[in-house]
T-cell receptor
Framework: AQKITQTQPGMFVQEKEAVTLDCTYDTSDPSYGLFWYKQPSSGEMIFLIY??????QNATEGRYSLNFQKARKSANLVISASQLGDSAMYFC????????????????FGKGTKLSVIP | EAGVTQFPSHSVIEKGQTVTLRCDPI?????LYWYRRVMGKEIKFLLH????????ESGMPNNRFLAERTGGTYSTLKVQPAELEDSGVYFC????????????FGQGTRLTVV
């Protein structure tokens, strides 16, 4: 089973509107972290927002907020007031605890959602 | 402060040749990760260094891939000999602590094997 599922390969949003990018995850660990990254056409991966599994409140960073629903194992990214520069690929990722001494805090990524902002 | 830097940004090589990718993490970051995205698929973990030691190399696809981080500073990822399926974008990321709330990524190296 996939650990991170992003069901929307592509999304369109009108400029200045809000948009929600879906992400569901699968883990049995009580402690984990959820990340969203943006990848514009230039290729770099830009960190947007982080949510810890024990965080009581939803994370917010400027126009980005994370709608964290722990029981449903979802961590949707909400972008408010979309801008043309928001057009990019968006990746949801999860970090779990290592399952052995030799493990690492690696990120597991979803397939991404391509967001296009329409003027 | 400089971010994570990767060299080269693009590389086109023939099947059977050798390519070496380089990653310069953010200064002071002990944790360095390599990831790869093959066309149309998820970004996959390759390996994790803590300083100069390989903490986890479970994601390395096969023994044609060799990663090093001498002195705990920059890291190299060598592919020898390269195969067509090695084509993709190779990302490097670094963080000061393994449990940091973010890992900083480089811009990636796009490798094309023809």
């Amino acid at each position: 089973a996939q650990k991170i599922t992003q069901t929307q390969p592509g999304m369109f949003v009108q400029e200045k509107e809000a948009v929600t990018l879906d992400c569901t995850y699968d883990t049995s660990d009580p402690s984990y972290g959820l990340f969203w990254y943006k990848q514009p056409s230039s290729g770099e991966m830009i960190f947007l927002i982080y949510q810890g599994s024990y965080d009581q409140q939803n994370a917010t960073e400027g126009r980005y907020s994370l709608n964290f629903q722990k029981a449903r194992k979802s961590a949707n990214l909400v972008i408010s007031a979309s801008q043309l520069g928001d057009s990019a690929m968006y990746f949801c990722a999860m970090r779990e605890l290592p399952h052995s001494g030799a493990g690492s805090y690696q990120l597991t990524f979803g397939k991404g959602t391509k967001l296009s902002v329409i003027p | 402060e400089a971010g994570v830097t990767q060299f080269p940004s693009h590389s086109v090589i023939e099947k059977g040749q050798t390519v070496t990718l380089r990653c310069d993490p953010i200064s002071g970051h002990d944790n360095l990760y390599w990831y790869r995205r093959v066309m149309g698929k998820e970004i996959k973990f390759l390996l994790h260094f803590v300083k100069e030691s390989k903490q986890d190399e479970s994601g390395m696809p096969n023994n044609r891939f060799l990663a090093e981080r001498t002195g705990g500073t920059y890291s190299t990822l060598k592919v020898q000999p390269a195969e067509l399926e090695d084509s993709g974008v190779y990302f490097c990321a670094s963080s000061q602590w393994a449990t940091n709330t973010e890992a900083f990524f480089g811009q990636g190296t796009r490798l094309t094997v023809v």
